[in-house]
């Protein structure tokens, strides 16, 4: 949807709600920044339908591929737009959005669920408790955010309490997700806990049944395991934790020839 078609739909809605009430409410008070939307599915589409004639069908196609970036946008401009992002009503409740953090050519991208109290108080992904114990999980495989690898979340702003978000949410965010994988060109991903599983994988499995093993995603692996903050509720899930990262850690040797 255009901007102009935004501001339109807005102002009407505010003489109506004026209209109905004899005054103008707080919701209409200060008027959002509008956009046009990020039509990331699209320019996916176009891409899949230009690269199907000249390619082999997605099972033979590399990562570097499937995984060309959005033509015009770099990762600088992707985040400005994320954080201006009003689509959803996790936009009221935030304190700063959660874009992502780490190297612009990361051999791994690293996918949460979504920020918690820590991350939307400071903007970074990842930096509680839980955040801790990520960064010791991925230095134990040689990772780390700085240096080899992004770390991102399927939403960018918190859910209230920390519920899950809900699936208007994930699909509020989905078109920035796919535009960091298009952009970043990973050679792995590895996805902590259910609900990242659930959104890379488009399933409602258990994540027993997702994690143990890779997955195909466009032609890049992918890999399911627990989020560090069932580790910290549940320490009998480190050693299962520590076989996923193992075999993790063998395949993306293999992938870079290290």
């Given amino acids: 949807m255009k901007k102009e078609d935004k501001e339109l739909i807005f102002d009407l809605l505010k003489k109506a709600d004026s209209y109905v009430q004899g005054y103008t409410g707080n919701s209409f008070l200060n008027k959002p920044v509008f956009e046009d939307d990020i039509e990331v599915k699209?320019?996916?589409a176009v891409e899949a339908?230009?690269?199907?004639?000249?390619?082999?069908?997605?099972?033979?196609?590399?990562?570097?591929?499937t995984s060309s970036p959005a033509?015009?946008?770099?990762?600088?401009?992707l985040n400005a737009k994320i954080l201006r992002c009003t689509k959803c009503p996790l936009a009221r409740t935030r304190n700063n959005v959660v874009p992502g953090e780490g190297?612009?050519?990361?051999?791994?991208?690293?996918?949460?669920e979504g920020p918690g109290y820590e991350e939307d108080m400071s903007g970074r992904p990842f930096v509680g408790k839980?955040?801790?114990l990520l960064d010791k999980m991925l230095n134990a495989i040689e990772l780390d955010r700085k240096t080899n690898c992004f770390i991102a979340n399927v939403v960018k702003c918190r859910p209230p309490e920390n519920r899950d978000p809900e699936p208007?949410?994930?699909?509020?965010?989905?078109?920035?997700?796919?535009?960091q994988i298009h952009i970043l060109k990973p050679k792995m991903i590895l996805c902590m806990g259910r609900i990242a599983g659930h959104k890379m994988l488009d399933t409602t499995v258990p994540?027993?049944?997702?994690?143990?093993s890779f997955h195909d995603y466009n032609g890049i692996p992918l890999m399911v395991t627990y989020h560090?903050?069932?580790?910290?509720?549940?320490?009998?899930?480190?050693?299962?934790?520590?076989?996923d990262l193992k075999a993790f850690k063998k395949k993306l040797n293999e992938l870079t020839g290290k």
């Avoid at 208007?168 to 535009?179: K, M, P, T, W, Y």
């Avoid at 994540?207 to 143990?212: D, F, K, N, V």
């Avoid at 560090?228 to 076989?243: G, I, Y």
């Fill in 103 to 112: 190297v612009s050519n990361p051999e791994v991208l690293v996918i949460g």
């Fill in 42 to 44: 699209a320019v996916a």
């Fill in 49 to 65: 339908v230009t690269q199907a004639a000249a390619v082999p069908p997605v099972e033979a196609v590399t990562p570097a591929a």
């Fill in 228 to 243: 560090p903050s069932a580790l910290l509720r549940d320490e009998s899930l480190k050693k299962p934790a520590w076989e």
């Fill in 130 to 132: 839980a955040g801790v």
């Fill in 71 to 77: 033509p015009g946008l770099t990762l600088d401009e």
């Fill in 207 to 212: 994540l027993s049944e997702m994690r143990g």
């Fill in 168 to 179: 208007s949410e994930q699909s509020a965010c989905e078109g920035f997700l796919q535009a």
